[in-house]
């Protein structure tokens, strides 16, 4: 199927109303291999659930959509309480949490709700109240936008870190991640339930012995609380990553600001909540015509209806530059601008 000169506003989280040459989409991998074949690399613009993007110009290429669909559990070797599950990249994020929850495989109930699709899920290793993506990652296959060939990449060679990929550095834009399997429990299940607000609901509902169901609703819930719909207010969920800062730099902040939130990573960084220097700096539920800044989360910013991909980036740089001169720190952008 093709549209030409379609605008793109359906095709990211954010809403933003600029065009493309033309949409390919793509159901199959074999789809996707002609279409290498026949243009050149930088002729293609690669979207999946649109979900991590900002938009602030025209694209004047053909946007190739990943649209293949499909599960497949693969015969899982020697543990009978695991299972390998292979799913096309362009099945929706939740949809296959979904699907997990309803044939009770375990370890993906804590990522319930992101937006998104299962083949841009490894780009930026996406995590949620205490668990990542990489936690539940088997392998995936990835298709070269060079020259179509097929590569499998093991979870060492993805080289995942917090928001971060081999797909985001060395590799970034050489390749489309066409499935991913994950290796999930099929019978014990290991509940993660230590993020203090996963814990404290299921508590407040009289659920002490939680399964991956429960796990799942309360994820959904308090998701639905603070972060914005995207069928309803356009966004891209977090827009900057946290900062990750060494003790030493933290210790002299936080005698200036003792009241500052924090959680210790290895032994010597420390992950700053860039929600917390956002609404400090006094941002929180401001609006700038159609760009503003979450009412209930300041690390999210929305775009209320017209607001344009500049408007937003703008407001981002704003944002960056008042952080930086408050607290000294960077946050830098976890969504890709383009
Ligand atoms: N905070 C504020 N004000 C705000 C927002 C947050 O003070 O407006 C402070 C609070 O102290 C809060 C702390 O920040 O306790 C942490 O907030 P929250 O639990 O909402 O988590 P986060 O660090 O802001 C991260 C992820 C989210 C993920 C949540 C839950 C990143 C960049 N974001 O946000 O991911 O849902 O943890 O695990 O790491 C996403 O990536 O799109 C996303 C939504």
């Given at each position: 199927m093709?549209s ?44 999946g ?15 190739v ?45 804590n ?8 083949g ?15 936690d ?14 097929i590569k ?5 060679e ?6 971060d ?29 230590d ?33 914005p ?5 356009g ?71 017209k607001a ?31």
């Amino acid at each position: 199927m093709t549209s030409r000169k379609a605008s793109l506003k359906k095709y990211n989280t954010f809403g933003i109303d600029v065009h493309a040459l033309e949409i390919l989409s793509v159901t199959s991998v074999s789809d996707l291999q002609r279409i290498i074949k026949e243009k050149h690399p930088s002729e293609l613009f690669i979207i999946g659930g649109g979900s991590n993007m900002l938009l602030t110009k025209d694209i004047d290429k053909y946007v190739v959509h990943i649209n293949n669909k499909g599960y497949h559990v693969l015969d899982m070797p020697s543990d009978e309480n695991e299972v390998l599950l292979k799913v096309a990249g362009g099945e929706n994020w939740h949809d296959f949490v979904l699907y997990c929850i309803d044939h009770n495989y375990g370890g993906v109930e804590n990522l319930s709700l992101i937006p998104g699709n299962v083949g841009t899920a490894p780009i930026q290793n996406i995590g949620a109240y205490g668990v990542e993506l990489k936690d539940v990652f088997y392998e995936c296959e990835a298709v070269s936008r060079k020259d179509g060939t097929i590569k499998i990449f093991s979870r060492d060679e993805c080289n995942f870190g917090y928001r971060d990929s081999v797909f985001k550095t060395e590799l970034k834009d050489q390749y489309v991640i066409t499935s991913v399997t994950f290796r999930l429990t099929s019978k014990k299940h290991t509940i993660t339930t230590d993020y203090g607000a996963i814990y404290d609901t299921l508590i407040a509902k009289g659920i002490t012995k939680p399964n991956i169901k429960d796990v799942s609703d309360v994820v959904v819930e308090i998701r639905q609380s603070k972060l914005p719909d995207p069928a309803k207010i356009g966004n891209s969920g977090s827009f900057f990553k946290n900062p990750v800062i060494s003790q030493a730099v933290f210790s002299e902040l936080r005698k200036k600001f003792p009241e500052i939130p924090y959680y210790p990573i290895g032994s010597d960084q420390i992950k700053v909540p860039a929600g917390w220097l956002i609404e400090q700096a006094g941002f929180k539920g401001k609006r700038y015509g159609d760009a503003g800044v979450h009412e209930k989360q300041a690390l999210v910013l929305v775009n209320y209806d017209k607001a344009t991909g500049t408007e937003i980036w703008e407001l981002a740089l704003r944002i960056q530059e008042e952080v930086k001169a408050r607290f000294g720190l960077t946050i830098t952008p976890e969504v890709n601008v383009f």
